[in-house]
């Protein structure tokens, strides 16, 4: 069940765009993520570590992400709520784990895409993350207020974000107009 962010409970709000030189119809976001190849995943950040496609009990798809966020190594369970060409939007409950120990953290993760024109897209990479009430313990049980946990988990969480997002909308990119992942990627704008 879905925790609803709100200012008692909210850690993060990232989104960061990018231009993919392709066309909207050629598109599609749900094949990126459901077929990505780990190495593929592996590149698009200097704190990926590794990436896996699994389903839940019911059948549903799952994207298994393990990353670094800042200095929490965080393992994601992104079951997918709705999947499409030009749109992905994924839930977890992630573990974090940092020196002070181990919790977890809702992640609402969504993808999309939009038409700029016939040759060219926008790709939106979008990260949410909640506390949830074994967080809200972790860090009352560590002396961290909320408002130190919510500034240095946006930091973390934006830094990563405007790295892998670029990376992300060229390899969605690659796959559209190639139908490959591993092609070389072109001179890219941080």
Same mark, same amino acid.
């Given at each position: 069940? #879905?925790?609803?962010?709100?200012?008692? =409970?909210?850690?993060? %709000?990232? /989104?960061? *765009?990018?231009?993919?030189?392709? @066309?909207?119809?050629?598109?599609?976001?749900?094949?990126?993520?459901?077929?990505?190849?780990?190495? #593929?995943?592996?590149?698009?950040?200097? =704190?990926?570590?590794? %990436?896996? /496609?699994? *389903?839940?009990?019911?059948?549903? @798809?799952?994207?298994?992400?393990?990353?670094?966020?800042?200095?929490?190594?965080?393992?994601?369970?992104?079951?997918?709520?709705?999947?499409?060409?030009?749109?992905?939007?994924?839930?977890?409950?992630?573990?974090?784990?940092?020196?002070?120990?181990?919790?977890?953290?809702?992640?609402?993760?969504?993808?999309?895409?939009?038409?700029?024109?016939?040759?060219?897209?926008?790709?939106?990479?979008?990260?949410?993350?909640?506390?949830?009430?074994?967080?809200?313990?972790?860090?009352?049980?560590?002396?961290?207020?909320?408002?130190?946990?919510?500034?240095?988990?946006?930091?973390?969480?934006?830094?990563?974000?405007?790295?892998?997002?670029?990376?992300?909308?060229?390899?969605?990119?690659?796959?559209?107009?190639?139908?490959?992942?591993?092609?070389?990627?072109?001179?890219?704008?941080?």
């Amino acid at each position: 069940m #879905e925790i609803v962010q709100t200012p008692e =409970n909210a850690l993060s %709000a990232s /989104i960061v *765009s990018a231009i993919m030189n392709a @066309p909207i119809e050629k598109i599609n976001i749900a094949d990126w993520l459901l077929n990505l190849p780990d190495a #593929e995943y592996q590149r698009c950040s200097v =704190n990926h570590i590794a %990436a896996g /496609i699994t *389903s839940n009990f019911e059948g549903i @798809p799952m994207s298994i992400n393990v990353e670094y966020v800042g200095t929490a190594l965080v393992v994601q369970h992104y079951i997918f709520d709705e999947y499409r060409a030009d749109y992905c939007r994924m839930l977890s409950i992630s573990d974090t784990i940092t020196a002070s120990g181990r919790s977890k953290v809702q992640v609402l993760w969504e993808l999309k895409a939009e038409r700029i024109d016939d040759k060219t897209s926008k790709f939106t990479n979008t990260i949410h993350a909640t506390a949830t009430p074994e967080f809200l313990n972790f860090i009352k049980e560590n002396g961290i207020s909320l408002a130190e946990a919510a500034k240095a988990r946006q930091e973390a969480s934006d830094t990563h974000n405007h790295e892998e997002t670029p990376l992300f909308a060229k390899s969605i990119e690659n796959k559209a107009l190639f139908g490959k992942y591993n092609l070389p990627f072109q001179q890219i704008r941080l």
